[in-house]
């Protein structure tokens, strides 16, 4: 797994049932298009730099998840990425994944009344931009990780060789893509560093984030 810290963004978080009250059929751990559209998950002003700089942080390949907490003025404040185990889609497996890697990366927002960060999650896999019951497990897991980790519900991307789509939104771009060279981000002067596995994003982005 890698971690990153950069500059974050704000959503909606919608009603999730508790983690004790769903259905033990995996088949209903999982969000349709038309339920995803209905959640009011909010609309990332620039997709397309969200995904960049995840995509240069992150140097994604298939199977890797990527899971961000944006500011509300769109900043990226942590990261995290890491491999989907080879295993039926389970929309529970996926949450606990991704609230296992919030944890490590940044505190809960579970005293605050109203959530004032977003989590926002990129999916790098096989295949094209449409819907997929794993893409539908992916948001069911990203909706309930939010409510237990007191964050936003944002946005649910895929990143294929054919290249981004937010999902719901209809929304999509060539570049960044599944094949593609990461693209630099502004880090000021200093050389973008190599990820880090098992541990936090280097000083480097720590002072990125902070400005």
Do not use: K
């Amino acid at each position: 797994m890698t971690f990153g810290f950069a500059p974050s963004s704000a959503a909606s978080m919608s009603a999730s049932a508790g983690p004790f009250a769903a259905s033990a059929n995996p088949l209903h751990r999982m969000l349709e298009p038309a339920e995803w559209a209905a959640a009011g998950i909010p609309l990332l002003r620039n997709p397309r730099e969200v995904v960049s700089e995840l995509h240069g942080l992150h140097r994604p390949r298939p199977s890797m998840a990527m899971v961000a907490v944006l500011d509300p003025e769109e900043r990226l404040l942590a990261s995290a990425s890491f491999i989907r185990r080879p295993a039926p889609a389970d929309g529970w497996t996926f949450r606990n994944s991704l609230l296992d890697h919030l944890r490590r990366v940044i505190p809960h927002d579970l005293r605050r009344r109203t959530p004032v960060r977003t989590a926002v999650l990129v999916y790098c896999r096989e295949g094209n931009g449409r819907w997929t019951e794993e893409d539908g497990a992916w948001m069911w897991g990203l909706r309930d990780a939010c409510t237990l980790h007191g964050l936003r519900c944002g946005a649910y991307i895929t990143l294929t060789r054919d290249g981004w789509q937010v999902l719901g939104e209809g929304r999509s771009g060539r570049r960044p893509n599944a094949d593609s060279p990461p693209e630099a981000f502004d880090l000021g002067t200093a050389p973008s560093p190599s990820p880090r596995t098992e541990g936090v994003a280097s000083e480097i982005l720590r002072r990125a984030a902070a400005r």
